[in-house]
C-alpha cells in the first residue's frame, strides 16, 4: 500500500471544520441541579456528601431550536441576498460569502488565494489606500474585513445602524475592487514568509498540520502547505487575477442582518452594486478527496516537549452523509469529555489524567476525517495508543449503555440550542446551507436524526465507519522518552521531517514582455521627473534633511546631509543631539564613524551600504544606463530593478503623474530575517531641472519608522572626491 510522502507544510486553514464544529455534538455541560434549602434543624452530624455522577442527573426535554425566517432574493446583477430584520441593537452587519478558496492555488504557487484575502483589505481601494479605509471607518465607528479560507472566500462588515451608508459603499469597495497595492503585497510575503519559518514553534500546530498532511496527501488540495519558494513566485498580478476570476456577482451571497427594514435594505443593496456587473464562467466544484488509507505511526520529533502529542484517525464523509448524527454520538461517547470512554480508560486504567478528545469532522463539501487527539506523559505514550485502540475495538463489538447514549445525545441537541441562540448564529447558518447547496431546513433534519438515534444505531456505524487497520497515528514528542518505544505497537513508524527548505535566491522576471514593459514605464518615469538628459547630466547633489524618527523608534529628530558623486560615491551625515556620525562608500570599500572614530565597512554594513548606494534616486532613475542592471515590470505601475548580484528595489510609479510613488527593498540586518522598508514620496520640488522628493516617510515591515523633510538640494555644485572621502 502506497504511503503519501511525509513532509513538513504550514498549517492551513481549516475553515470546513469549523463550521462543521456546531453540529459535531461538542459537550456542553448542563445547568447547575437546583438544591434544596435545608430543613430548619439539621442533623447533628450530617451524612458524608455521595459525589455525583454526571450520568446520574436527569433534565426536561430540550426545546427545539428555533429558526428565524430570512428574506431571500436575487439582485438584478445576479447576486444573492438574505436579509433578516433584528432590532435588539442599533447596529447592521453582513458577510458576502465567495465561492472560491486555497484549493484553487495555482501549482507552485500555494498561499495565492489567502494572500489575496488578505491584501484586499491592507491594499485599499481604488480611491483610498488602506490606511486611508481605516481612518474613514474608525471615524464611523465601522469596520471591513476580507479573508479566503480553505473552501470559501468572505468580505465582512460592521456598522452603527446610523452610519450604513459610509460602511456599505467601504464593504462594496472591498469587495468589488481592491487596488492590491504593491506595498502591501510585499508586506504580505514578509508576513508569510515569517508564518513558514516559525511554524515548527508551535507543536498543537505541527500535530494538525502533519495529521492532514499524511490523510489528505501533500500533494493535494487539502494536504499541501505553503513553502518559501511558493511566496517568492506569487505576483501582484496572482492577486488581481485570483479576485478577477472568482469575485463576481453570480459567485457571491450576501447575508445582511441587523436593525433596518427589509425592503428598504434591499433597495438600498440593489443601488449600492448597480454597477458591479462583471461576468466570469461558473466556478468548478471543489477537488474531490482521492487519497487513500496511510496506515502506520508518523513520529515528528520534538525533544523538547515535556509531554507528548497525538492524533489517531483516518479520512471519511461528508456532514450530509445519513449516518453523521449517529457518528457524532458514537464520538462522543469515545472520547467527548470527563466522562467518555477514552478518559476513564486512560485514568483508571493507566493511573494518570489525560485530555482526550474523540471527533467526527466531517466536512461540508468534501471527505472530513474522524480523529482522536490529546496529550499524554512521554512515558505513557505507547500505552495510551493502545488503550485508544482497545476502545475503538470495543466500540465495534457491542452496545453501548443507556445512560452513555442519554447523555451524549443530551449534549449534542443542547450544543445546538446555544450555537444557534442569537439571529446573527442562525443567519450565518443559513448562509453555510445557500453556500454549499444544503437545504435550509437542515439544522431540523439534523436535530431529529440526533433525537432518533439508538444504541443499534451507535454499534451499526462504529462497524460500518470505524476502520482500526486504517488508523494514522501522528505522534510529537522525543522518543528518547518513550517506554516502551513505539515499534512494540507492532506498526510502521516512520519520522515526518520537519526540515523547512531554505527561501531560494530571488528570481527577477526575465521574459521579454516584462522586460519590455519595465523599460517603457522607467522612460516615463524619467521623462516625468525632468528627461533622461537631464538626469544624466547630474554630476553630484546635496541633499540637506530633517529626519523624525517616530516614538516608537527613540523619538529622535536627525539632521542629514547627503553628498553623491557619479558614478557611485557617497558621504552621509548625521547629526543629532547625542553627537555626530558619518558613513562613505564607493560601492566596493568604505568606512563607518561615530564621533572621531571609524573603521573600515565590512560584512553585512558593507553589504548595506552598497545597497543604499545602488538606491540613490538619480542613480535608480538612469538604471537603464547601468550595465548589468535589470528593469522588469512586476504590473502596470511598478517595476523591479535588480543588480547582477541580487540587489533589488522595487519602484511604484504614479498613473497620474508618473512619478515615483514609494521605493521598497528589503535590508538585510545583523541578525533574523531582512526587514521590509518602503520609503513613500508625498511632495517633490525641483532642483537643477530635476524633480527630487521634498518630503517622504519610511516604514519598516508595516510600521512608521521616521519622516523626513528636505530643507536643501543642491545640483551639480561641483563637489570633489577628496571631500567625500575625509575622515572625521
Same mark, same amino acid.
Given at each position: 500500500?502506497?504511503?503519501?510522502?511525509?513532509?513538513?507544510?504550514?498549517?492551513?486553514?481549516?475553515?470546513?471544520?469549523?463550521?462543521?464544529? @456546531?453540529?459535531?455534538?461538542?459537550?456542553?455541560?448542563?445547568?447547575?441541579?437546583?438544591?434544596?434549602?435545608?430543613?430548619?434543624?439539621?442533623?447533628?452530624?450530617?451524612?458524608?456528601?455521595?459525589?455525583?455522577?454526571?450520568?446520574?442527573?436527569? =433534565?426536561?426535554?430540550?426545546?427545539?431550536?428555533?429558526? @428565524?425566517?430570512?428574506?431571500?432574493?436575487?439582485?438584478?446583477?445576479?447576486?444573492?441576498?438574505?436579509?433578516?430584520?433584528?432590532?435588539?441593537?442599533?447596529?447592521?452587519?453582513?458577510?458576502?460569502?465567495?465561492?472560491?478558496?486555497?484549493?484553487?492555488?495555482?501549482?507552485?504557487?500555494?498561499?495565492?488565494?489567502?494572500?489575496?484575502?488578505?491584501?484586499?483589505?491592507?491594499?485599499?481601494?481604488?480611491?483610498?489606500?488602506?490606511?486611508?479605509?481605516?481612518?474613514?471607518?474608525?471615524?464611523?465607528?465601522?469596520?471591513?474585513?476580507?479573508?479566503?479560507?480553505?473552501?470559501?472566500?468572505?468580505?465582512?462588515?460592521?456598522?452603527?445602524?446610523?452610519?450604513?451608508?459610509?460602511?456599505?459603499?467601504?464593504?462594496?469597495?472591498?469587495?468589488?475592487?481592491?487596488?492590491?497595492?504593491?506595498?502591501?503585497?510585499?508586506?504580505?510575503?514578509?508576513?508569510?514568509?515569517?508564518?513558514?519559518?516559525?511554524?515548527?514553534?508551535?507543536?498543537?500546530?505541527?500535530?494538525?498540520?502533519?495529521?492532514?498532511?499524511?490523510?489528505?496527501?501533500?500533494?493535494?488540495?487539502?494536504?499541501?502547505?505553503?513553502?518559501?519558494?511558493?511566496?517568492?513566485?506569487?505576483?501582484?498580478?496572482?492577486?488581481? @487575477?485570483?479576485?478577477?476570476?472568482? =469575485?463576481?456577482?453570480?459567485?457571491?451571497?450576501?447575508?445582511?442582518?441587523?436593525?433596518?427594514?427589509?425592503?428598504?435594505?434591499?433597495?438600498?443593496?440593489?443601488?449600492?452594486?448597480?454597477?458591479?456587473?462583471?461576468?466570469?464562467?461558473?466556478?468548478?466544484?471543489?477537488?474531490?478527496?482521492?487519497?487513500?488509507?496511510?496506515?502506520?505511526?508518523?513520529?515528528?520529533?520534538?525533544?523538547?516537549?515535556?509531554?507528548?502529542?497525538?492524533?489517531?484517525?483516518?479520512?471519511?464523509?461528508?456532514?450530509?452523509?445519513?449516518? =453523521?448524527?449517529?457518528?457524532?454520538?458514537?464520538?462522543?461517547?469515545?472520547?467527548?469529555?470527563?466522562?467518555?470512554?477514552?478518559?476513564?480508560?486512560?485514568?483508571?486504567?493507566?493511573?494518570?489524567?489525560?485530555?482526550?478528545?474523540?471527533?467526527?469532522?466531517?466536512?461540508?463539501?468534501?471527505?472530513?476525517?474522524?480523529?482522536?487527539?490529546?496529550?499524554?506523559?512521554?512515558?505513557?505514550?505507547?500505552?495510551?495508543?493502545?488503550?485508544?485502540?482497545?476502545?475503538?475495538?470495543?466500540?465495534?463489538?457491542?452496545?453501548?449503555?443507556?445512560?452513555?447514549?442519554? =447523555?451524549?445525545?443530551?449534549?449534542?441537541?443542547?450544543?445546538?440550542?446555544?450555537?444557534?441562540?442569537?439571529?446573527?448564529?442562525?443567519?450565518?447558518?443559513?448562509?453555510?446551507?445557500?453556500?454549499?447547496?444544503?437545504?435550509?431546513?437542515?439544522?431540523?433534519?439534523?436535530?431529529?436524526?440526533?433525537?432518533?438515534?439508538?444504541?443499534?444505531?451507535?454499534?451499526?456505524?462504529?462497524?460500518?465507519?470505524?476502520?482500526?487497520?486504517?488508523?494514522?497515528?501522528?505522534?510529537?514528542?522525543?522518543?528518547?522518552?518513550?517506554?516502551?518505544?513505539?515499534?512494540?505497537?507492532?506498526?510502521?513508524?516512520?519520522?515526518?521531517?520537519?526540515?523547512?527548505?531554505?527561501?531560494?535566491?530571488?528570481?527577477?522576471?526575465?521574459?521579454?514582455?516584462?522586460?519590455?514593459?519595465?523599460?517603457?514605464?522607467?522612460?516615463?518615469?524619467?521623462?516625468?521627473?525632468?528627461?533622461?538628459?537631464?538626469?544624466?547630466?547630474?554630476?553630484?547633489?546635496?541633499?540637506?534633511?530633517?529626519?523624525?524618527?517616530?516614538?516608537?523608534?527613540?523619538?529622535?529628530?536627525?539632521?542629514?546631509?547627503?553628498?553623491?558623486?557619479?558614478?557611485?560615491?557617497?558621504?552621509?551625515?548625521?547629526?543629532?543631539?547625542?553627537?555626530?556620525?558619518?558613513?562613505?562608500?564607493?560601492?566596493?570599500?568604505?568606512?563607518?564613524?561615530?564621533?572621531?572614530?571609524?573603521?573600515?565597512?565590512?560584512?553585512?554594513?558593507?553589504?548595506?551600504?552598497?545597497?543604499?548606494?545602488?538606491?540613490?534616486?538619480?542613480?535608480?532613475?538612469?538604471?537603464?544606463?547601468?550595465?548589468?542592471?535589470?528593469?522588469?515590470?512586476?504590473?502596470?505601475?511598478?517595476?523591479?530593478?535588480?543588480?547582477?548580484?541580487?540587489?533589488?528595489?522595487?519602484?511604484?510609479?504614479?498613473?497620474?503623474?508618473?512619478?515615483?510613488?514609494?521605493?521598497?527593498?528589503?535590508?538585510?540586518?545583523?541578525?533574523?530575517?531582512?526587514?521590509?522598508?518602503?520609503?513613500?514620496?508625498?511632495?517633490?520640488?525641483?532642483?537643477?531641472?530635476?524633480?527630487?522628493?521634498?518630503?517622504?516617510?519610511?516604514?519598516?515591515?508595516?510600521?512608521?519608522?521616521?519622516?523626513?523633510?528636505?530643507?536643501?538640494?543642491?545640483?551639480?555644485?561641483?563637489?570633489?572626491?577628496?571631500?567625500?572621502?575625509?575622515?572625521?
Amino acid at each position: 500500500m502506497k504511503t503519501p510522502p511525509v513532509k513538513a507544510q504550514m498549517l492551513r486553514a481549516a475553515s470546513t471544520a469549523l463550521l462543521a464544529a @456546531a453540529l459535531a455534538g461538542a459537550q456542553t455541560p448542563p445547568p447547575a441541579a437546583q438544591r434544596p434549602h435545608p430543613p430548619a434543624a439539621a442533623a447533628a452530624t450530617p451524612a458524608p456528601a455521595r459525589a455525583v455522577n454526571p450520568r446520574e442527573l436527569k =433534565f426536561p426535554p430540550l426545546h427545539p431550536v428555533e429558526l @428565524a425566517k430570512a428574506a431571500t432574493f436575487t439582485l438584478s446583477n445576479g447576486m444573492k441576498l438574505l436579509l433578516l430584520e433584528d432590532r435588539q441593537l442599533p447596529v447592521i452587519n453582513g458577510e458576502a460569502r465567495v465561492r472560491t478558496g486555497n484549493v484553487f492555488d495555482p501549482p507552485g504557487k500555494s498561499g495565492v488565494a489567502t494572500m489575496t484575502g488578505v491584501v484586499m483589505r491592507t491594499g485599499g481601494t481604488r480611491d483610498r489606500n488602506g490606511e486611508q479605509l481605516d481612518r474613514v471607518l474608525e471615524d464611523v465607528a465601522g469596520s471591513v474585513d476580507s479573508s479566503i479560507d480553505e473552501s470559501f472566500g468572505q468580505v465582512s462588515f460592521s456598522s452603527l445602524a446610523e452610519n450604513a451608508t459610509p460602511v456599505l459603499e467601504a464593504f462594496r469597495d472591498v469587495l468589488t475592487a481592491p487596488a492590491f497595492r504593491m506595498d502591501k503585497v510585499d508586506l504580505a510575503k514578509l508576513q508569510f514568509h515569517n508564518l513558514v519559518a516559525h511554524r515548527n514553534d508551535d507543536p498543537n500546530a505541527i500535530l494538525r498540520r502533519e495529521f492532514l498532511t499524511v490523510l489528505y496527501g501533500d500533494d493535494t488540495p487539502y494536504g499541501r502547505g505553503m513553502e518559501h519558494d511558493d511566496i517568492d513566485h506569487i505576483t501582484r498580478g496572482d492577486l488581481q @487575477a485570483f479576485h478577477k476570476r472568482y =469575485f463576481f456577482p453570480k459567485n457571491v451571497t450576501l447575508a445582511v442582518w441587523g436593525d433596518f427594514e427589509t425592503a428598504k435594505m434591499k433597495d438600498q443593496l440593489e443601488q449600492l452594486f448597480a454597477g458591479w456587473t462583471v461576468e466570469q464562467p461558473a466556478v468548478l466544484e471543489f477537488p474531490k478527496v482521492t487519497a487513500k488509507p496511510a496506515p502506520g505511526i508518523f513520529l515528528a520529533k520534538k525533544v523538547d516537549l515535556p509531554q507528548t502529542l497525538f492524533a489517531v484517525g483516518h479520512l471519511d464523509g461528508r456532514i450530509d452523509d445519513k449516518d =453523521f448524527p449517529a457518528l457524532t454520538i458514537m464520538a462522543d461517547i469515545l472520547g467527548g469529555g470527563y466522562m467518555s470512554r477514552l478518559s476513564q480508560q486512560v485514568r483508571v486504567h493507566l493511573g494518570y489524567a489525560s485530555n482526550i478528545t474523540a471527533e467526527w469532522r466531517a466536512s461540508f463539501d468534501h471527505a472530513g476525517y474522524f480523529w482522536i487527539y490529546g496529550a499524554s506523559n512521554s512515558l505513557n505514550t505507547a500505552s495510551t495508543l493502545k488503550a485508544i485502540r482497545e476502545e475503538i475495538d470495543k466500540m465495534c463489538t457491542a452496545e453501548v449503555s443507556d445512560d452513555e447514549l442519554r =447523555f451524549a445525545r443530551d449534549a449534542a441537541i443542547n450544543s445546538l440550542i446555544f450555537a444557534f441562540d442569537t439571529r446573527r448564529k442562525v443567519l450565518d447558518r443559513m448562509l453555510t446551507y445557500e453556500y454549499f447547496g444544503y437545504p435550509q431546513d437542515f439544522l431540523r433534519q439534523h436535530e431529529k436524526a440526533l433525537a432518533a438515534v439508538t444504541r443499534a444505531d451507535i454499534l451499526r456505524v462504529a462497524k460500518q465507519y470505524l476502520r482500526p487497520p486504517d488508523l494514522t497515528q501522528v505522534v510529537v514528542g522525543n522518543p528518547e522518552e518513550f517506554v516502551p518505544p513505539l515499534d512494540t505497537l507492532g506498526l510502521p513508524v516512520r519520522e515526518i521531517d520537519l526540515t523547512i527548505p531554505a527561501p531560494k535566491a530571488h528570481a527577477v522576471s526575465t521574459d521579454a514582455a516584462s522586460l519590455e514593459q519595465g523599460k517603457r514605464i522607467l522612460a516615463r518615469l524619467q521623462q516625468a521627473v525632468g528627461g533622461a538628459e537631464k538626469l544624466a547630466g547630474v554630476k553630484d547633489y546635496t541633499a540637506v534633511r530633517e529626519v523624525r524618527f517616530t516614538a516608537a523608534t527613540g523619538g529622535a529628530t536627525v539632521t542629514e546631509t547627503e553628498r553623491w558623486m557619479a558614478p557611485g560615491n557617497v558621504r552621509v551625515e548625521s547629526e543629532s543631539a547625542t553627537g555626530k556620525n558619518a558613513l562613505y562608500t564607493d560601492g566596493s570599500s568604505g568606512w563607518i564613524a561615530r564621533g572621531r572614530n571609524s573603521t573600515a565597512l565590512v560584512g553585512a554594513p558593507l553589504k548595506g551600504a552598497q545597497a543604499s548606494l545602488f538606491r540613490v534616486y538619480v542613480s535608480v532613475l538612469l538604471s537603464d544606463r547601468v550595465t548589468g542592471r535589470t528593469i522588469s515590470a512586476l504590473d502596470d505601475q511598478t517595476i523591479e530593478i535588480a543588480t547582477p548580484d541580487g540587489i533589488t528595489v522595487q519602484v511604484a510609479v504614479s498613473p497620474e503623474t508618473g512619478l515615483p510613488l514609494a521605493f521598497t527593498y528589503q535590508a538585510p540586518v545583523a541578525a533574523g530575517p531582512p526587514v521590509l522598508v518602503q520609503e513613500s514620496f508625498t511632495q517633490f520640488g525641483e532642483a537643477g531641472g530635476i524633480k527630487f522628493p521634498f518630503q517622504f516617510s519610511t516604514k519598516q515591515n508595516g510600521n512608521l519608522f521616521s519622516e523626513s523633510f528636505v530643507k536643501e538640494y543642491k545640483v551639480n555644485s561641483g563637489l570633489m572626491l577628496p571631500e567625500l572621502e575625509r575622515r572625521p
